[in-house]
């Protein structure tokens, strides 16, 4: 039978066939990147996305809400056991609507946020100028420091933490102090650690700011329990995408224990931000959710640290430059001009003519500009969603060194053939899998 796209319209077929044959052969390494499962997929083909159903289970502004109703509250059920959550709204959709969703519900507009700098990885919606939010909200910034830069730096230097790199929580209190926010907000795109959500928890306590996470990156890593979970905390609202590490498809939700905020929540959501939900999408949701509740999904994402550990170490021994020194999640920030000279930009394309596919990233205090930063941002979340074990992902942080020094020492047209060879060979070794319970 011919595939009904062909049919249709032959240009988006040969896209689709073509985008599955650079996913499957190459090697896929932008750590806000996975592959969902064929149940996934099918629930985001499927009927639901015929329906319109503005409103919320049992309130909806149009009819036949039989099964949408069943879907929603189970992906809400799901939701909530997974992030140990009282409230859920399961419909935005994506982590940035989801963000400004969760800045309506807590702040008016002209308040003040105090958010990650974002080029210490803060993400756009964290207060970037180009942003709505930043035009709504005043943002004020807070930075991570190397610890050899903090109180009792000599000492971390001397147990050889120097170059770990973490919020200094010390100038955050004095910048909340003095800014008298109304909300703090934690979360990254490409920090390589983790954060202290108790120590935010209690600087916003000190200031009276209620407090938000946005753990887009993380809630994968939560869900299983291999990190914490700032709810955990009496954090007032957590948001997430659900694709990255949660392994989902592309969307995203907001929780929180606090039923006024979530009625707020529910407001900004609909009718405050959008019109009717993907219910498709919600139905992914909710199947994603049932694959992360699953015991295999713990052993997954230990799989996604051990093996983000052993690329980091990999490329450290080698002599890589890495922000922070190394990583504690899925994630490594490589210093490709401190390393090299080479710009994030050129690193990004020498990789990806290899098969090896990676996004530029900037830098902390980065003096390149952002579409030209310093580095370049790996992680593990695909690469161990194919089955990579630790000895393959050393092999991958031991391919991005090869190509980039033979880059560097102008070498590359040589040794390209062999590079392109080593990630064929790892590709064909771990297919894409259709299943992960
Ligand atoms: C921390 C964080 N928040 C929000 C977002 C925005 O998500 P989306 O691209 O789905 O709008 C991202 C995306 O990379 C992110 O890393």
């Known amino acids: ?35 969902v499962s064929q149940a996934v997929l099918s629930a985001l083909g499927s009927a639901f996305t015929n329906k319109y159903s503005e409103g919320y289970p049992g309130k909806r502004y149009y009819g036949g809400q039989e099964f949408t109703d069943v879907i929603e509250r189970d992906a809400q059920d799901k939701a909530k ?34 958010g990650m700098d974002l080029s210490h990885s803060g993400h756009l919606t964290h207060g970037h100028p180009m942003t709505f939010s930043a035009q709504l909200f005043t943002f004020v910034p807070y930075k991570t420091k190397t610890l050899k830069e903090m109180k009792n730096g ?59 996470a946005d753990v887009s990156h993380i809630a994968g ?86 093996n983000a550990a052993a690329m ?3 490329l450290k021994n080698r002599g ?33 003519d290899i098969g090896i596919t990676v996004n530029k990233n900037v830098v902390p205090d980065d003096e390149r500009p952002p579409l030209n930063p310093s580095g370049i941002r790996l992680g593990t979340p695909a690469l161990t969603t194919r089955g990579f074990t630790t000895q393959d992902c050393e092999e991958v942080g031991s391919i991005i060194y090869d190509c980039l020094k033979d880059l560097k020492e102008g070498t590359n047209k040589y040794w390209k053939h062999s590079l392109r060879k080593r990630v064929r060979d790892l590709a064909k070794k771990h297919p894409i899998p259709a299943s992960f319970v």
């Open 1 to 35: 039978m011919t595939d009904p796209i062909l049919e249709t319209n032959p240009i988006i077929f040969a896209a689709i066939e073509a985008e599955k044959k650079r996913q499957s052969e190459g090697l896929e390494l932008i750590p806000s990147e996975n592959y």
């Open 81 to 114: 056991k997974l992030f140990n959550a009282k409230f859920v709204n399961v419909q935005p959709l994506s982590g940035a609507p989801a963000n400004l969703a969760a800045y309506f519900a807590l702040l008016k507009p002209g308040d003040k946020i105090l």
């Open 154 to 212: 000599e000492l971390a230097e001397k147990e050889g933490n120097g170059d770990v790199r973490a919020i200094d929580y010390d100038e955050l209190e004095e910048i909340a102090v003095r800014e008298q926010p109304k909300l703090i907000l934690a979360g990254f795109s490409s920090y390589p650690g983790s954060i202290a959500w108790n120590l935010i928890k209690t600087i916003a306590d000190k200031v009276g700011a209620k407090t938000m």
């Open 221 to 306: 890593l939560i869900a299983a329990g291999v990190t914490s979970n700032p709810l955990d905390y009496g954090f007032d609202i957590m948001t997430t995408t659900t694709h990255k590490t949660l392994r989902g498809p592309r969307g995203a939700i907001i929780l929180t224990n606090d039923e006024d905020i979530a009625k707020a929540v529910d407001k900004a959501v609909f009718p405050g931000l959008q019109g009717g939900p993907h219910m498709n999408v919600i139905a992914a949701k909710a199947v994603a959710f049932a694959e992360a509740l699953h015991p295999n999904f713990m052993d997954y994402q230990q799989d996604v640290l051990a």
């Open 312 to 314: 980091a170490k990999r």
């Open 320 to 352: 890589a430059v890495l922000v922070s020194g190394g990583t504690t999640n899925h994630l490594i920030v490589l210093d490709t001009w401190k390393t090299w000279g080479i710009p994030g930009k050129e690193a990004e394309v020498a990789l990806d």
